[in-house]
DNA sequence: GCCATTTGACCATC
DNA sequence: GATGGTCAAATGGC
């Protein structure tokens, strides 16, 4: 069961590592960060690239969960595993934050009224939207008129001291589907410089997200959250990993599915895990310089 | 006591 | 007036 999911995530990686390298080739080093790609032409290419990256990212949580859920001794394979994909995480959050200010996506009617700007502003759909590589602050949360769940507002946390302008809102979508889907809109981008550090804590700590399961960790007893009907606001601090499934096409992969001993006795094979020969030429291209 | 979140009030825009 | 975004005091957890 871990070896599929890790060679399904691979697969979804390696796809995601192309289309963000075509992205980047859409966002020409002349057009700068903070340009506004035509609404018709390379932003296509740009969105599907920010979606698979989505997928990726939430794949690579859910295998993290796995590994997090064994706690082998140092030295392991399992703990090599883990540090990778905490480096894959951290290259997939930059990407996505990248390929985002390239599109510069204007949200139609999330949030988005005709008052603001149409640049600076862009949204996505994802299931783990507290895990985006920053730290937020929570300030205000709205019921919104015609929507089933009330908008949480946040603002980057480096507000004060760096007077970072970066704010984004996240709401539930209506439906019922489980995980929950939420759209998560962004607005302005981060002037901060805490990128990795901040990265390092949405993943150690999760805001409260993974705290769940970390307890489940230390017992040992790899259980599903409930189905929660809670609203948005409390879905940030009660989703676990675990639980993150995808959408389209990737494989999900639930933790309740698998058994410690799965856990436990399955190694990976070798080319699982090898990386190819242009593995780490590929990745750096996502070693972006923070602006 | 500190810090993050909650929540009602206020403001801007349509 | 309705709606959405932000502010700031109150609240609760650590």
Aim: net charge neutral; proline share 5%.
């Amino acid at each position: 069961m871990a070896t599929n999911s890790c060679t399904s995530w691979m697969l979804a990686y390696k796809e995601t590592i192309a289309l963000s390298l075509l992205g980047r080739q859409a966002c020409s080093p002349g057009m700068g960060r903070h340009a506004e790609l035509d609404s018709n032409s390379e932003h296509c290419d740009n969105r599907l690239a920010i979606d698979k990256i989505n997928q990726a990212h939430e794949l690579a949580r859910q295998l993290r969960a796995v590994l997090l859920s064994s706690s082998l001794p140092a030295g392991s394979s399992a703990e090599l595993a883990r540090e990778i994909l905490d480096k894959l995480m951290k290259c997939s959050a930059s990407a996505l934050s990248r390929l985002q200010s390239c599109c510069c996506r204007t949200c139609h009617g999330v949030g988005q009224r005709s008052r603001e700007k149409t640049h600076n502003t862009w949204c996505t759909v994802t299931s783990v939207p507290y895990d985006d590589g920053h730290s937020w602050r929570k300030y205000g949360q709205k019921d919104i008129n015609s929507a089933k769940y009330p908008r949480s507002y946040y603002r980057c946390i480096h507000r004060k001291e760096q007077g970072c302008p970066a704010t984004k809102t996240v709401q539930q979508e209506d439906g019922d589907a489980y995980p929950p889907q939420f759209i998560v809109a962004y607005s302005m981008q981060h002037t901060c410089r805490s990128m990795g550090a901040s990265i390092a804590f949405a993943m150690e700590s999760a805001p409260k997200e993974e705290a769940s399961f970390e307890g489940s960790r230390s017992s040992r007893h790899l259980l599903p959250p409930p189905p929660s009907t809670a609203t948005a606001a409390n879905q940030s601090q009660t989703s676990s990993p675990s639980s993150v499934g995808d959408r389209g096409d990737t494989t999900r992969l639930s933790i309740s599915e698998l058994s410690w001993q799965e856990i436990m006795n399955t190694s990976p094979p070798a080319d699982t895990w090898s990386m190819d020969s242009n593995w780490e030429t590929v990745m750096g291209c996502f070693e972006f310089s923070e602006a």
